[in-house]
C-alpha cells in the first residue's frame, strides 16, 4: 500500500513518534494489511512536508515495536499481528526475482490488488476440481476467455484453433518441434529474445538473423533469405520488440505478409507485448492467418508467475499437433493459474492490470528520458525497457559491473545477437519491484557512471 499517508492526532507528540503510532492504529484496525507495503520514506517525507531523518526515525521506530519488516533494497512491510488471523504476506516471497528477465511494473494501488485476491478466492472456491488432471490446451471455458483477450487485438479464430499452454517459451519449443527438424534453419530478427535462440540451439537448429532498420526487418532481405536458406519457418516479435523496443508499423508489416503468403512460409508471431502497446499494429495473425503461430503470452502484461499464454495455431490440425506435443513435454498449463486468468478476464480485472502496467511504463519512460538526456537509447513510451548504446570508450560489462546491486536489471547485447560481434549495448529494465523513487536513484546512478568526467570509482 504505497499510497498509505497516516493521519495525525493532536497529542502534540514528535513527528516521528506520531508516524509509528499511525502505523500501529492502521495496522491494528485493518486499514494496513500483514504484508502491505509502506510508502518509501522519502516519498511520505515529501507527502507530509516533513524532513526524511523524520520518516527514516519513524520507520525505525516501528521496526522497534515489531510492527514492520525492513528490507534493505525492498522496502518496508507490515508485520502479521500476533494472534491475527487470515492470510499473511511471506516476506521471503518477496525477494524473489529475476532482474536478467524483462519485468512488467508491479500493481500497488490497494483497489487493484484487492481485486486480484478475489479472484484468488474464486480459484480456493473450486480448489479441489482445479488439482484434477485437465485438458492438455485449456478447458472451454478457459479457451473462451482467452477468445475474449483475443477479440481486444482484433482475433476471432474458432475456438478448436485456440490453446492455453504453459508460456511462451515452452509453447514456442513445441512449434519448432512441428515446423523444423535438426539442421533446419529458422529466421528471426538480427537483434532477436534471447529465448528463441536458447530454443533453437536445444533443438539443433540453425538461426539467421534478418537486418533491420527502424521499422524492423528488411521485406527484401527476408525474400533473399528465403530463397538463399530455405527456412522452415520465420520468428518475429513485432510489437515493443526485445529489447530495441521498436514496433513494426501496419505498412511494413502488409510488405512482410505478402511476402510470408508469396513463399509460404510459416510465422512464429511471438506478441508478448501486443496487449501493452494501447495502439499496437494489427497483429500478423489477421493479416496471413493461415501461416501464423499467434502466441499472446500473459508474462508482460498480466504476470510472468501465470507461465500461461494464449495460442492461435493456423487451423485445427496443426493444433492438435501442438496440444499432442504439448502433451509430451508439459502434460498442461496449471489449471489453477488457468482459472485465476480466466476470473480476470471476465471481471476485468486483467484489462485493469494491463492497464496500470502502460501508465507506470509511461511514467517511468518520462523518468529515464529526464535522467539520461543526453545519451543514446531507443525506448518507447509503453515498453519497460529501453535500449541503450554505450559511450565510447566505455564497455557494456564495466557498466554492468558498476550497477551491481543498483535494483535495475540490466542484459548485455551478447544475449540478442544471433551472429557476429556484439554491439555496445545494453537493454536497461525499468520495471519489476522497484519503486519511482528506487528508479530515479538507480537511473541517476547510471547517468553518474555513463559519464566519465563525474565517475570517481
Sequence with gaps: MTSWVPSFSTSGKPRYLEIADAIERDASSGVLKAGAQLPPQRRLADVLGLDFTTVSRAYTEAQSRGLVDSHVGRGTFVRARPGATGPVSDPRRAREQDLAMNLPPEPDDPALLAAMRQGLDTVGANLVALLRYQST????????????????????????RIAVTPGAHATMAAVLQILAAPGDTILCEAITYPGIRAIAARAGLVLVGLPMDAEGILPDALADAIQRHKPKALYLNPTLHNPTTLTIPAARRMEIAETLQRHRLPLIEDDAYGFVHPHAPAPFAT????????????????????????????????????????????????????????????????????????????????????????????SDRHAFNLWLTVPAGMGRAEIMGRMNGRGIGLMPSDAFTVSGAPNEHLRICLGGSITREGLRSGLSFLGSSLNEDTWIG
Design 137 to 160: 490446451v485449456g478447458s472451454e471455458m478457459d479457451r473462451s476467455a482467452a477468445l475474449s483477450w483475443l477479440s481486444m487485438r482484433g482475433m476471432v479464430p474458432n475456438l478448436d
Design 287 to 378: 493479416l496471413v492467418p493461415e501461416l501464423t503461430w499467434h502466441i499472446t503470452g500473459l508474462a508482460k502484461c498480466i504476470g510472468a508467475g501465470l507461465r500461461l499464454a494464449f495460442t492461435i495455431a493456423p487451423d485445427s490440425r496443426a493444433a492438435f499437433q501442438l496440444a499432442q506435443n504439448l502433451r509430451v513435454a508439459n502434460v498442461m498449463a496449471s489449471p489453477l493459474a488457468m482459472a485465476l486468468v480466466t476470473r480476470w478476464i471476465e471481471d476485468g480485472t486483467a484489462d485493469r492490470i494491463c492497464r496500470f502496467i502502460r501508465a507506470e511504463s509511461a511514467a517511468r519512460q518520462d523518468i529515464a528520458a529526464r535522467l539520461l538526456q543526453g545519451f543514446e537509447f531507443t
